[in-house]
């Protein structure tokens, strides 16, 4: 147990519809990061928080946004879906930046859009 | 798209046997991680080797870097089954993100 939770593990839902994934950090991490993986992407880095604020943004479409709460866990929104954003979704968290530190995952959100 | 890439793609070998898998990178950086996957679920930490390292080993595991290559290698030495899994690098560098590679698939058949 890598300390990093996630929920929902599982979401299947129509093209078109919004979604959010919410993920707690491991007590006393910073830094959260989110990641898509799919057969064809491979694991595509999203976007990254420390402490509340964005530091780093990867492939994230538009469509998609996260904030980091004051709490310090995060949520990933995902709207006007499509077939192809169908992926597990990670979320990890780490003591400060990945020049530095290692990552801790979480154990994902498979999310199914049919 | 990804900057590292492991190779091989896929490695299938016999329990107790060692596995070698080796990354490349682009850019500078200051660490190289290696993390381990098993089918559908999150990574797992195995080992960060800094910049200004060139060897380093945890239980069964030994890394190398070698910056003026870009590359690493992960050797497992004495395979296990358990070991099964899909192994990933991931470079990081000044700019607050984890680069992973595309992995490989290390299969050790009992």
């Known amino acids: 147990d890598s300390g990093v939770t996630q929920t929902p593990k599982h979401l299947i839902t129509a093209t078109g519809q919004r979604v959010t994934l919410r993920c707690s950090p491991r007590s006393g991490d910073l830094s959260v990061y989110w990641y898509q993986q799919s057969l064809d992407q491979g694991l595509q880095f999203l976007i990254h928080?420390?402490?509340?604020?964005?530091?780093a943004k990867g492939n994230i479409l538009e469509r998609f946004s996260a904030q980091q709460f004051p709490d310090l866990h995060s949520e990933l929104n995902l709207s006007s879906l499509e077939l192809g954003d169908s992926a597990l979704y990670f979320c990890a968290s780490s003591a400060g930046p990945p020049s530095s530190y290692e990552q801790y995952f979480g154990p994902g959100t498979r999310l199914t859009v049919t | 798209s990804q900057q590292g890439e492991e190779d091989p793609q896929a490695l299938s070998i016999q329990e107790g046997e060692n596995a070698t898998m080796n990354c490349s990178y682009k850019?500078?950086?200051?660490?190289l991680q290696w993390y381990r996957q098993n089918s559908g679920r999150g990574l797992v930490h195995l080992i960060l080797i800094r910049s200004n390292e060139r060897e380093k080993h945890s239980g069964r595991l030994r890394v190398t870097l070698d910056t003026s290559k870009k590359s690493s290698s992960l050797l497992i030495t004495a395979s296990r089954a358990a070991d099964t899994a899909s192994y990933f690098c991931?470079?990081?560098?000044?700019?607050?993100?984890?680069?992973f590679g595309k992995g490989t698939l290390l299969t050790v058949n009992p």
């Open positions: 928080y420390y402490n509340g604020e964005e530091r």
């Open positions: 991931a470079s990081g560098g000044s700019n607050y993100k984890l680069t």
């Open positions: 850019t500078s950086i200051n660490n």
